[in-house]
Each structure stands twice: as C-alpha cells, then as structure tokens.
C-alpha cells in the first residue's frame, strides 16, 4: 500500500532523502512532472557470472567462438532474469500511476536493474519508500565531445618535412637523422591529400602492412554509440550489416538503433558518427580514400547524440549494443558486435553511473573503447582531467597525437580517480580526413573522438587474426606493442598522457599470429 505523500511518516521522510539525489528534489521546485533514473537493489555481479560462464565452456571443450557467445547469452540471461525478477511491484505501481495521469512514461532496463521515469514528486516519493529501491538519481544531460574542425588545415603532406625530422629527433636523442628522415617520408605526403591514397593517420599505424597479411577486419563487427551513420557513404554503405550481399535492406533494426529519433535507417544530421566510423572501417569500393582501420569489417551503430542527449538514452543505447532487439522486441545477443567505439564522455573525476554498462560489455567480450576527452572551458585539462567514463577501470581510453607523435593540446590526462594510467594508449587524432555527410570526404577534424576510432579498428584487425582474444588479451596486446611515446613533461612511459604510446597495428597483429 502506499501512503500519500502528504501523510508520509518520519521515518519514510528520511528513507526518501537518503535515496533520493538533492539535485532531483531541486528539479521538482521548476517542473511538476520531471525524468529521473530508479535503480534497484539488486544488480548481476556480470564479471563473476562470465568468469563461471568461461569455466564451464572450457570444460565442455567447445570452439573459442562458441565459448565467447556461449558466455555472452549467458551474461544477458543472467542479467534479464534478475530485472525480471525484481521489477514487478515497482512495474506495477507504475502502470497503476499511468492510468491516474501521475506518470507520463516509464522505461525498464536489464543492463542496468533500472527504469527511467518520467512523474509527479509523489509517485517518486512513494517509489523511495520501497525497500527494493536503492537510490534513484536525475537524468542528467550529457554532451558529446566537442570536435574543432579546422576548414582551412593543410593536408598532412605540406608539413615541413625539416620540422618533423628535428621534432623526432628531439623526442629521442637515440633516432638518427637519416631514420628520422626516413619515417617522416613513410608518415608525411609530399603532396597534398589524394582519394587514391591510404590516409596519413592510418599509415602511421602501419595498417595496410597488416591488410597485406590479407587481414583487414573480415568477419568482425564494429559499432558506435554516437549521432547515427550515413548508412549511404560510399565509404560505408558496403560495410553496413543491414544490407545482404545483393545491397537489399534487410532486418535493419538489428544493425541500427535510434534512440533519440526512432528513424527506421542509419541517418546523421550532425556527422561526428559517420566520420568516426569512417575511421574504423571506411574505404571506398573502387580502392580509393582509404580511410578506416578495418575496412574489411562490417558495422552497426546506434544513435544516442542529436547532438546532446541523457543518461536514461545512454542507457538504452548500450544496453540494445549488448542484445539487438527485432521487430517482435525479441532480444540477440549473437547480434551484439565485437567492438564498441565511444568518442563521447562526461567530466572529471569519480562518477560511476555508466560503470554497470561497460562491466556488462566486457562480460560479453563486447571492447568497450572510450575516447579520453578533450579540454573544455569547465575542464581545462591537466592531471586526472581524463573524461568519465573513458577513466573507469572497465573502459580502454585512447588519447590523441599529431603527426609528429607529440600530445594534442587538447587531448586530457590521467591518472584516473582510480589510480590507474589514463589513457592506455594513443592515436592520431589532429587533422584527421574521413566520411562526412553528404556522400563526401572531409579532413581537418581535430579530437580524441577522432582517435579513439583507430583502436577500435585495431581491435577488429585483431579479432579476425586471432578470434579466440578475449578482451583482456586484446588490451594486452595492443598496450605492450604500441610504441612508447615520452616528452619532456612525461620523460617515461607509460605516462599519462600518451598511456604506453602509439599504437601498431603491424606490432600487435604479428604478435597474435606468431
């Protein structure tokens, strides 16, 4: 039974606030019906349950691919039970609240035992009394990583070469001239950017020494949670998931998820998720603009930017990367992709609201790649500046380079709140060129958004050299071959502010091969 709110005792008063964020009651004093975030008391401990999952396949002695899948539907199941499980009294209490207009909406998940609900201060006061409820917390607002994009650069090539040489030098008294010499002509074009080439940031990675290997991320799925796709980039269409080998649309609402709009198909009004994607796994048909990673691999997105969003849409994004979700609402986790890139983040410091979400990832052996966040006016950047959640434990952050491998300006430092070197690693991220809207190339675009595409398309090239790599493994990997990367402010590595360097793709994939 529940009391009114006008007869709530002391003792549910105090229950209320203990449980209820200041900054939510603030929200009520402007708005009589206001969104916020409720979550239970019991939440899937998703690490132990994959370890138990692991054990049990490599006791049955199945193939690696079976055993990772096998251990995925078994974090979903074991994550969807409990929401079903420990959801009803509170889904009940709400369809009730619907009817009597106290309640606008509300929305369960299972990645997070949670429900975003959108009601008056009474329903959520009754919601705090529950003892199932352990807190409940606003919707807060977040924004999507601000890009500089730069009209005017100069392509890469029109660089001095002279600069380059005498920077590298500088970075390590131990490099030659001559080895200088040489490695800028591998990284820096002479001449200004053509389609027929390999871009300069997907050289300096030493990609296409890997697709010579024949290996270029065939048969691995890479995602974004971002503004959407241009599903119909030339650099991307092929690439889509929802399209069968005849170019036919099918199933679309398996590779794609829109939840801020609901647009049936891949779209992008904004362009930050079509030129991040562009740099995992872009190429154009005819061999031109070589601009991805991994242009072998396929992609599926998700929408969660248009061009800011929420944390309940956030969560409703990563939760559809774990399970796709088809038109009857039933749920597949073998649709669930091998890597997720996020060019997004939050502020500093300690805040754990998306932590359930990439622990759930990784249990599903889903790279949860997060880019490391770029200064802003409220973060100026400096130690421990590193964006949430790039500096949660679970997550593996990219910070961004330049063509000469020294630290963008803008690109945040660890440690993170947890002790730990953030970012763990680096990527080009400054005068970056990928797919733009409008079927078109676009260069000058200048991030840690722009970065954390790379390794993205790292881990996919991996994944297809070696599919049985856990997570873990692929961390390992790419952390211990990157090149190490050091200045006068960060004299050893890894440091916090390149993590263990640059990474190599040729590096990392010889050393899963060999």
């Known amino acids: 039974m529940y009391a009114d709110s006008s007869t709530t005792s002391s003792a549910g008063a105090s229950t209320i606030s203990a449980k209820v964020s200041a900054k939510l009651n603030q929200q009520f004093s402007t708005s009589e019906y206001v969104t916020y975030l409720v979550k239970l ?153 053509t389609p027929s080439r390999v ?32 599903y119909t980039h030339p650099a991307l269409k092929r690439k889509w998931r929802g399209l069968n080998a005849s170019g036919q649309v099918v199933n679309p609402e398996l590779s794609w998820y829109d939840a801020v709009n609901g647009a049936a198909l891949p779209t992008d009004s904004h362009g930050h998720g079509t030129h991040t994607m562009g740099t995992s796994v872009g190429s154009d048909s005819n061999g031109t603009n070589q601009i991805g990673v991994a242009p072998g691999a396929k992609w599926i997105a998700v929408r969660v930017f248009n061009p800011d969003t929420t944390d309940s849409i956030l969560l409703d994004g990563g939760q559809w990367i774990l399970a796709p979700v088809d038109k009857n609402g039933k749920k597949h986790p073998e649709l669930a992709p091998d890597v997720v890139n996020n060019s997004w983040g939050g502020g500093p410091g300690l805040d754990e609201w998306y932590r359930p979400v990439t622990k759930a990832w990784r249990a599903a052996q889903i790279f949860p790649e997060f880019s490391a966040g770029n200064t802003t006016q409220s973060n100026p950047g400096g130690p421990g500046s ?105 004299p050893t590595s890894p440091n916090n502010g390149y993590g263990n360097g640059l990474i190599d793709a040729l590096a990392a994939v010889n050393s899963v091969l060999n």
């Open 199 to 230: 871009e300069w940031n997907i050289s300096k990675i030493k990609a296409p020494q890997v697709w010579a290997k024949g290996i270029d991320g065939k048969g691995i799925v890479v995602a974004n949670l971002d503004t959407g796709v241009e």
């Open 386 to 490: 590193v964006a949430n959640p790039a500096n949660l434990p679970e997550a593996y952050a990219t910070g961004a380079t330049d063509i000469n491998n020294k630290l963008a300006s803008f690109s945040l430092r660890g440690p993170s709140p947890y002790g730990e070197v953030k970012p763990e690693i680096s990527a080009s991220g400054v005068n970056i060129r990928s797919s733009v809207p409008g079927g078109v190339y676009e260069g000058g675009w200048n991030g840690t958004s722009m970065a954390g595409p790379h390794t993205a398309g790292l881990a996919a090239l991996l994944l297809q050299a070696k599919p049985s790599l856990t997570v873990d493994q692929l961390e390992d990997v790419i952390s211990k071959t990157a090149t190490p990367l050091t200045d006068s402010q960060y």
């Open 41 to 193: 008391k019991d939440q899937v401990d998703t690490e132990s349950v994959a370890k138990h999952a692991f054990q049990k396949a490599s006791a049955e002695q199945i193939s690696p691919a079976a055993a990772k899948l096998s251990v995925r539907k078994t974090v979903v199941n074991s994550l969807m039970d409990t929401a079903e499980k420990t959801q009803s009294s509170v889904e009940e209490y709400l369809k009730k609240e619907v009817n009597n207009g106290n309640v606008k909406k509300y929305k369960s998940y299972f990645i997070v035992n949670a429900f975003a609900v959108t009601s008056t201060k009474e329903v959520m006061d009754n919601l705090a009394t529950l003892p199932e409820i352990d807190k409940i917390l606003p919707d807060e607002k977040r924004e999507l990583q601000k890009v500089e994009i730069d009209k005017d650069a100069q392509p890469a090539g029109e660089q001095s070469t002279d600069q380059a040489v005498a920077d590298q030098t500088a970075i390590d008294p131990a490099v030659t001239e001559e080895n200088a010499q040489k490695s800028v002509q591998e990284s820096v074009y002479k001449d200004t950017v």
